[in-house]
């Protein structure tokens, strides 16, 4: 049983460029969150999507966006980087069938903005 | 809104030595709770959960019981071990909305052999 699988693992991005992180879900799992974690710091929420869509936001820009697949498979774009943005990138899972399901999450994409 | 508060760290113990991290949360209602475990340059990995009043959740020795009273879920083990070295987190999932957690600032724990 495959666990959450995200993809690439590290990255370098210049100022300004786009980016783009691709997560997919544990078997079963319909339901995709992206966390944003910098160094040191917990993680927090930048949004969820389920039946492509998304569903819930965290507090940030709209420079952050991003998608849902059919085969429940998700992308987390960021646009216009900034030195800030640096961080390791997070995809949790679980599916909503049921009550209480737990929540996994992937090894993360660390990402650092130069 | 919700809130999760831990100890502050970072928590240095010899091994075999007792170990607890509190956490305490603020939230509506019975949210889920939950003890995530981060080892360097990895992501999340469940360690333990609970999802109503007076549940104890168990894992590798580690426990925590869910007190609704102390709005409390701290993190004991009896015997710590080397391995154990890493970034605790304990997270709640609150019961209305999407399936989100909110996490505590994390607790850096490092057992000397």
């Known amino acids: 049983d495959a666990g959450v699988t995200q993809s690439p693992t590290h990255l370098i991005k210049t100022r300004g460029q786009q980016v783009t992180l691709r997560c997919s879900p544990k078997s079963g799992h319909d339901t995709v969150s992206w966390y944003q974690q910098a160094l040191g710091q917990e993680p927090q929420f930048i949004f969820q999507?389920?039946?492509?869509?998304?569903?819930q936001r965290g507090n940030f820009p709209d420079r952050f966006s991003g998608h849902q697949f059919p085969n429940y498979s998700s992308e987390l774009n960021v646009n216009a980087l900034l030195l800030g943005d640096s961080a390791l990138y997070l995809c949790?899972?679980?599916?909503?069938?049921?009550?209480?399901?737990?929540?996994?999450f992937g090894e993360g994409s660390w990402l650092t903005v130069v | 809104g919700n809130s999760v508060t831990q100890m502050e760290g970072p928590v240095t113990l010899s091994e075999e030595a007792f170990l607890t991290i509190n956490c305490t949360y603020t939230?509506?209602?019975?949210?889920?709770l939950f003890w995530y475990v981060q080892y360097p340059g990895e992501g999340l990995q469940l360690l333990l959960k609970a999802t109503k009043a007076d549940d104890k959740g168990s894992n590798k020795g580690f426990e925590a019981t869910y007190r609704k009273e102390t709005t409390s879920f701290h993190l004991e083990k009896g015997s710590v071990q080397v391995s154990d070295s890493a970034v605790y987190f304990c997270?709640?999932?609150?019961?209305?909305?999407?399936?989100?957690?909110?996490f505590g600032q994390g607790t850096r724990l490092t057992i000397n052999p």
């Open positions: 939230a509506t209602g019975y949210p889920s």
């Open positions: 949790a899972t679980l599916t909503r069938q049921g009550a209480g399901n737990t929540i996994y």
């Open positions: 997270a709640l999932r609150g019961v209305q909305g999407a399936q989100k957690l909110v």
């Open positions: 999507y389920y039946e492509e869509e998304e569903r």
